[in-house]
């Protein structure tokens, strides 16, 4: 299989004929000659569908050929923008026979043949310095599909935070749309913002419902900003057809606002931040958009934003039509984490106490699955307030309680103990155990500390990025199933007082996790609970920073495995069903000579990732490279058993997924099309399908 796999990514490729079709999973006969009578399908959304399921009813790949899959086709995205792109997160539409998506460094509008992969045109906006500026920059998630029967439109957001409608057909941008087909982002925003250096952008896609395009704000990735002013990423949304805002929601309230009350001291007035820079979802029939809000100014220390301080960390239902707040839930009060809601939450209906509720299920970087009444937003389950404990750093404001779901159960590992250390061996182990007391450790919402030597922070698990991220999850409407790919990797959170920095700058953390390096910065401290001074504040003399490195034992993950898996939730009892690790063993863990004789279960790997489901697999890729038995390096794309995890096929990648899958139906054949790419493999979209002619 792997020799098959093998050749035919090196160059083998097969040409179709693309057909025009109409509707979300709704199909029409193929009438090319000799084409078979299996309908067509298309996926018009970046998720499949504006509930955000990720699933297809197909299933002409199923258990039985999965591991037969070949290429069909790919396509590079190296000529698009003036350099190659190596973090390519698209996940590509089919309307009619064209697959539509956001490539490039530059971001690249494009649409391809779906049979063929080949390039059928492109939209560049050439956005100079203020592209380059950009807070969120290569191709970004991916675009979004209007019709109203006659017109078909694709929106996406450029670099530089521009919103640009095109004629589907031809990728002309449509003269009835703003100016000359782009609306200004950075324009009518209810602050005044500097157009090319303003700290906004967005790789979401926008959501489009009820002829209205939704748009939300992001920002500088890391732990804080430069300052705590910064560009506040309220919610807008479009008219589809114009480009004229209807509306606006300010995530961060003003003054006689709903949720200003929750800010003491007036710290909404200064705050910036509490954009959405997730993907989100929408019920045309309820009249609701739902928006995952982040955290305003900064991602781990709240003295700027003191109280729960609304909408941070904030699921939030708007009206479609006018922006209206309906509904909100809070999932972290004041959060001091980086917990921001990474992904759109995933609207299903599941019977509960034999009648079918109208729900959602919101997968989180703390990898708990909050379940709500998506009308009202009350729980279907209880979550309950639990006392947390506070912190020492000078200023802060710490929440007295946090609330967490009685089920589901968390899908992933919360918190530090020792039970959680590595024990591949008793020496592995003794030496995790040093480690970490020179740190805190503790359960979920332990909170950050002030760092010093023989404490320099707080291990928190999930690390930073989660549990779950931007990918999110997918669901299963036949079994009232979630399927959320989680990784398990820890991260440190150590603040750091400096007497050089002035507080009108804001405060920053160091950490160092198993994700990646952070770099060692400093933070200016208050009186506890007392207003912001305007004058230098004085602080303790700085601490030394920790030990450089990632939180490791002699180079192995500090925590025990599995490093990333897949977890099914039955939403019908609100438990887990089933978990498998999700990717081969790294080759550092595999490789380490103190492993040596040891059989060490597949750990799985840790990344971003999102699955998809269809009729029978729950189909995902891996993240990271590894050296398989030909000792050829890259990733597999796995196929899993829905009902079990039983893992039912695999096939070859040169390297790993980087985008979320999709799949369709063309000319009678189930394409299964996923972006990949990292390390020195650059951008790549890759459709696979059985062998056999078109």
């Not at 009108?504 to 910065?521: A, D, K, L, M, T």
């Not at 898996?565 to 990717?583: F, V």
Request: charged share 20%; with cysteine.
């Amino acid at each position: 299989m792997f020799e098959i796999s093998r050749r035919r990514m090196l160059g083998e490729t097969a040409a179709m004929v693309a057909l025009a079709g109409a509707g979300p999973f709704k199909a029409f006969a193929a009438t090319a000659p000799g084409a078979s009578s299996l309908p067509d399908t298309e996926w018009r959304h970046y998720a499949a569908d504006q509930a955000s399921t990720r699933y297809s009813p197909l299933d002409q790949i199923n258990a039985d050929n999965f591991s037969d899959l070949e290429i069909a086709w790919s396509f590079k995205t190296d000529v698009l923008g003036a350099r190659k792109e190596y973090q390519f997160e698209a996940t590509p539409l089919l309307v009619k026979g064209r697959l539509y998506l956001a490539a490039g460094s530059r971001r690249d509008c494009i649409a391809l043949d779906a049979a063929s992969g080949e390039l059928l045109w492109m939209h560049r906006l050439d956005e100079g310095q203020r592209a380059l500026n950009s807070p969120r920059q290569l191709s970004g998630h991916g675009v979004s599909y209007w019709t109203d029967g006659t017109k078909e439109r694709i929106l996406y957001v450029t670099t530089g935070y521009r919103l640009v409608s095109l004629d589907a057909a031809t990728g002309i941008p449509d003269p009835d749309f703003g100016t000359n087909g782009i609306v200004d982002l950075k324009l009518d925003f209810d602050q005044q913002l500097d157009p090319d250096t303003a700290d906004v952008g967005l790789h979401a896609t926008p959501l489009i419902a009820r002829d209205t395009v939704v748009v939300g704000a992001a920002h500088a990735a890391g732990d804080v900003p430069a300052v705590r002013r910064n560009v506040k990423g309220y919610v807008r949304g479009f008219d589809v057809r114009t480009g004229k805002r209807k509306w606006i929601f300010h995530t961060i309230p003003r003054k006689g606002e709903f949720g200003y009350d929750s800010w003491l001291n007036g710290d909404a007035d200064e705050a910036g931040n509490g954009g959405v820079w997730a993907e989100m979802s929408a019920d045309e029939e309820l009249g609701l958009v739902y928006v995952p809000v982040e955290l305003p100014t900064g991602d781990e220390m709240g003295m700027f934003r003191r109280g729960n301080a609304l909408f941070g960390e904030t699921l939030v239902a708007l009206d479609i039509e006018t922006g209206k707040r309906r509904w909100h839930y809070q999932l972290v009060h004041h959060g001091l984490w980086d917990r921001d809601i990474p992904c759109a939450p995933i609207l299903c209906d599941i019977p509960v106490d034999g009648k079918l509720v109208k729900a959602l299920a919101q997968p989180t970087k703390q990898a708990f699955l909050y379940v709500l009444n998506r009308e009202t937003g009350k729980p279907i389950w209880p979550i309950v307030e639990r006392k947390v404990e506070a912190g020492d750093v000078p200023g802060e404001w710490y929440a007295p309680t946090q609330p967490f779901p009685t089920k589901p159960p968390a899908y992933d590992v919360q918190g530090v103990t020792i039970d959680d250390l590595i024990d591949f061996t008793p020496a592995l182990r003794a030496k995790a155990v040093e480690l970490v007391k020179n740190y805190k450790i503790g359960p979920l919402y332990t909170p950050p500390v002030v760092s010093k030597p023989g404490r320099w922070g707080t291990i928190i698990s999930p690390g930073i990025q989660g549990g779950t991220n931007w990918p999110g999850g997918c669901y299963d409407p036949e079994t009232h199933t979630v399927f959320v790919y989680s990784k398990n990797q820890p991260g440190v959170i150590g603040i750091i007082p400096n007497t050089n920095m002035t507080v009108s700058q804001f405060p920053q953390v160091h950490g160092i996790s198993g994700e990646e390096p952070r770099p060692q910065v400093a933070m200016g401290s208050e009186t506890n609970g007392a207003p912001p001074p305007r004058r230098p504040a004085p602080a303790p003399a700085a601490a030394a920073g920790p030990p450089p490195g990632f939180l490791a034992v002699d180079g192995l993950p500090l925590l025990k495995p599995p490093y990333g898996r897949i977890t099914a939730i039955d939403l019908t009892k609100g438990d887990l069903k089933w978990q498998i690790a999700h990717g081969e063993t790294p080759d550092n863990v595999r490789n380490h000579p103190a492993l040596k004789g040891l059989k060490i279960p597949r750990t799985g790997r840790p990344g971003n990732l999102g699955p998809l489901v269809t009729k029978t697999l729950v189909i995902c890729g891996e993240a990271g490279f590894y050296t398989n038995e030909y000792g050829v390096r890259g990733a597999m794309l796995r196929a899993y058993d829905k009902a079990t995890g039983e893992e039912k096929g695999a096939v070859y990648m040169p390297a790993p997924q980087s985008g979320s899958p999709m799949t369709y139906r063309l000319r009678g054949k189930q394409y299964i099309v996923v972006a990949i790419g990292g390390g020195n493999y650059s951008a790549e979209l890759v459709a696979f399908r059985l062998p056999g002619a078109a």
